[in-house]
């Protein structure tokens, strides 16, 4: 079955709108720019996972399933619109998230709750002697066994479940951006503008792969640039290809896919974008958020889009994208902007009360030694499999590194002043 015939739910308000940015342009003194606003798309506050959703809960309808099923951090976006889209459609939902439940209920938490959603917390494994993959292995293990012990509660009340993985991001889920493409080449042909450079958040990589997928497929003069919003990220452009591959596969896309074609910035010294971690505040993420929020009065998010509007302005300045026809795409997220941990960090910035060093301190300390135990861990496998001049070396690196990121940690916690 080809992407057009493929049957899908209508929840979200669309064509999303595409608005030119004359005051970011003023700022940059470049133009002409363009947003695409995913974030205005209507359910649960919008965001880039309902188009997936349409077809994905489309699906669990026509499965019979009474009940959606998915996963996330506990600011999961993907997590808060899966439980919109099961209340527009009269369904349950139920949220398996990583971690212990905080004490504090925030950002999207307290969305997810007032749904009415059920939040299920995976909780810690313990990771003594294990290597990153051991510790991965194990996690995931846990995963599968809560949502065993999940589906089996939930059938005995005569629920049926439909699973969605992270991110809505299989084969299915990638049609909603495949069908983005004709959407945004009618848009761009309103404006005049004859390609365009789209610049999106890469994260499980659903939005990405669906609208590469989609521009190659329809033939669109789109270039598709992601941006990788975790420095940690298991993906590689290796593993990109071969989920749009499967996409296209699954429905009827004949479109070749090469690792060198893609467009993805990962985490480096030169594309830093990404930020410190997965969803931990940064002040560079944060002086972006304010660009967008100061120029245009259009919110990004911590975790997100704030990452992927530093790669956009980035690029264009660097000359890597031409401003003609550079469209962001903001995938939504913003009620990661009052997740606990980012208002915390906010605090400073906006002269709100700050949090005591000794509450930014053990905040810093959780974080360090999280990597502290990933960096570990590798360097171990290192020496277990006898890599000895690369271990040695792995380890000179990692301390200079750890050196390194501890000091912009302090800097990040408020506790170090810049330049000291
Ligand atoms: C606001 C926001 N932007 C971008 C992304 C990344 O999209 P994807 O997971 O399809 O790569 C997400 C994923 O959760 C998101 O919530």
């Not at 299989?170 to 004859?194: D, S």
Request: proline fraction near 4%.
């Amino acid at each position: 079955m080809k992407p057009e015939e493929v049957s899908k739910l209508s929840l979200g308000i669309y064509p999303t709108p595409l608005e030119r940015m004359e005051r970011l342009e003023k700022r940059l003194e470049t133009g002409p720019l363009y947003v695409k606003r995913e974030d205005l798309c209507g359910m649960g506050l919008g965001g880039n996972k309902v188009r997936k959703l349409e077809y994905l809960v489309q699906e669990a309808l026509e499965q019979g399933c009474t009940t959606l099923l998915t996963y996330g951090g506990p600011q999961t976006n993907h997590g808060r619109l899966t439980v919109a889209a099961a209340v527009r459609v009269g369904m349950k939902s139920v949220l398996i998230l990583d971690g212990e439940r905080p004490e504090r209920m925030s950002g999207n938490l307290i969305l997810d709750g007032l749904m009415g959603a059920d939040l299920r917390f995976v909780g810690e494994v313990d990771s003594e002697g294990l290597d990153r993959e051991a510790y991965r292995i194990r996690y995931e293990q846990k995963v599968q066994d809560l949502t065993q012990k999940v589906i089996e509660e939930y059938e005995r009340r005569g629920e049926k479940v439909y699973v969605i993985p992270v991110g809505g991001s299989n084969e299915r889920g990638a049609l909603g951006y495949v069908q983005m493409i004709p959407e945004l080449m009618k848009q761009m042909e309103e404006e005049g503008l004859e390609s365009a450079t789209l610049v999106c958040g890469a994260g499980s990589m659903g939005t990405f792969a669906g609208l590469w997928l989609g521009a190659a497929y329809y033939h669109a003069p789109i270039r598709v640039a992601g941006i990788s919003i975790n420095p940690q990220t298991d993906f590689t452009k290796e593993s990109v290809c071969e989920y749009i591959e499967r996409a296209g596969r699954a429905y009827e896309m004949d479109v070749d896919c090469q690792p060198e074609d893609l467009e993805i910035y990962f985490y480096t010294k030169n594309a830093p974008y990404a930020g410190l971690g997965y969803n931990v505040p940064d002040p560079d993420t944060m002086s972006y958020i304010r660009m967008m929020a100061e120029t245009e009065a259009i919110f990004l998010d911590p975790c997100y889009t704030g990452k992927v509007f530093h790669g956009y302005v980035d690029l264009l300045q660097k000359g890597k994208i031409s401003p003609r026809g550079a469209i962001f795409l903001h995938t939504g997220g913003v009620p990661g902007l009052w997740a606990e941990e980012h208002m915390s960090a906010l605090q400073t910035m906006l002269g709100g009360r700050e949090d005591s060093a000794e509450e930014r301190l053990n905040r810093l300390l959780a974080d360090m030694a999280r990597e502290q135990r990933e960096l570990t861990e590798s360097m171990e496998t290192m020496k277990t499999r006898g890599q000895d001049r690369t271990y040695r070396f792995k380890e000179q690196m990692g301390r200079k590194l750890m050196n390194s990121q501890i000091y912009a940690k302090l800097q990040a916690y408020g506790l170090v002043e810049k330049g000291e």
